[in-house]
């Protein structure tokens, strides 16, 4: 039992500087956007935008003020999305809607170029990110339960002053920072603990007949596990690693990556958007079987393109 918590703590102690680190790294690109978008909010500019941008997104049920998140998605990170959606405080219906599509299309820069270096085309992932977000926002649209936004942007500034607006931003951006700190240390934890003890390479091996289900070789299960759980960003190491050692061939390797495209981090990032009182189910499913059918398709494309 001794040798086990010695080896506790020596995880503990190599996952908490680069939690630390992480987490200032993240908060230094949080805090500006959040700021960012609560003087936006304060002069107007919010509603502004979403008067052009309204007619696009409510056709699946969205006030235009969601390209702001979508974009700032895109181009930041999902802990700059959480604390845009808490300066928002839209109603929880759009807000979920929103969180799939920003889990699907996020960190294009980073992640776009990890799924290039793994074989696969940058703008092709790029194009079925962002589509494959608008679907599934669609198709949520449909069977999410209340009522669907009228296209227009409710949320109104109850402050006088920029003060009084700045006074009330402190305490939700100050709780979002918080948590930040708190996920991002306890998962690099958990995730030095999993390699620690080698529990990683035994959770994959019960994986194997459910790659064959979603249309993957068995031979990335390791890797769909990396995605999965650490993510593309953290995880790029690995799976750059994996490739370059010919543990995949290319055909498979891109396959893997339209899964992953579409379905990845499915730990951290998901419950960065529970804190905010979202469903975790909601989440997560859509984007699995979404993922599932984008593999079955590229594969059936695969095979009509060896056929001609």
């Not at 109850?158 to 700190?181: E, R």
């Amino acid at each position: 039992m001794s040798e086990f918590w010695k080896r506790l703590l020596m995880c503990i102690q190599q996952a908490w500087p680069m939690g630390l680190k992480t987490s200032i790294w993240l908060i230094k690109l949080t805090l500006p956007v959040s700021f960012a978008v609560l003087l936006l909010d304060y002069f107007g500019l919010l509603v502004m935008m979403a008067k052009y941008t309204s007619p696009i997104f409510q056709l699946i049920g969205l006030p235009g003020v969601a390209a702001l998140v979508l974009l700032t998605s895109i181009f930041t990170n999902i802990y700059s999305v959480v604390a845009v959606l808490t300066t928002l405080a839209l109603p929880t219906r759009d807000g979920t809607i929103l969180a799939v599509m920003c889990l699907i299309s996020h960190g294009f820069l980073i992640e776009t170029a990890i799924l290039k270096k793994t074989n696969s085309s940058a703008i092709r992932m790029l194009l079925l990110r962002l589509i494959s977000s608008f679907i599934i926002g669609a198709l949520l649209n449909q069977i999410l339960p209340g009522t669907p936004s009228d296209g227009t942007y409710l949320y109104q500034n109850q402050h006088t002053d920029i003060v009084q607006a700045i006074m009330a931003w402190l305490p939700q951006i100050g709780a979002t920072l918080l948590k930040i700190i708190i996920l991002v240390n306890a998962l690099l934890i958990v995730q030095r603990l999993l390699e620690e003890f080698g529990i990683l390479k035994y959770m994959t091996r019960p994986l194997t007949p459910f790659m064959r289900l979603m249309g993957l070789p068995k031979e990335s299960s390791f890797l769909w596990m990396i995605g999965n759980t650490i993510g593309l960003a953290y995880g790029s190491a690995v799976m750059l690693q994996k490739v370059e050692e010919g543990q995949l061939k290319p055909k498979e390797c891109d396959l893997l990556n339209h899964h992953l495209a579409i379905s990845h981090s499915q730990l951290e990032d998901p419950l960065l958007f529970v804190s905010l009182g979202y469903s975790m189910p909601v989440l997560i499913i859509p984007r699995v079987l979404f993922a599932i059918v984008v593999v079955w398709l590229r594969r059936i494309e695969n095979s009509l393109r060896s056929k001609l």
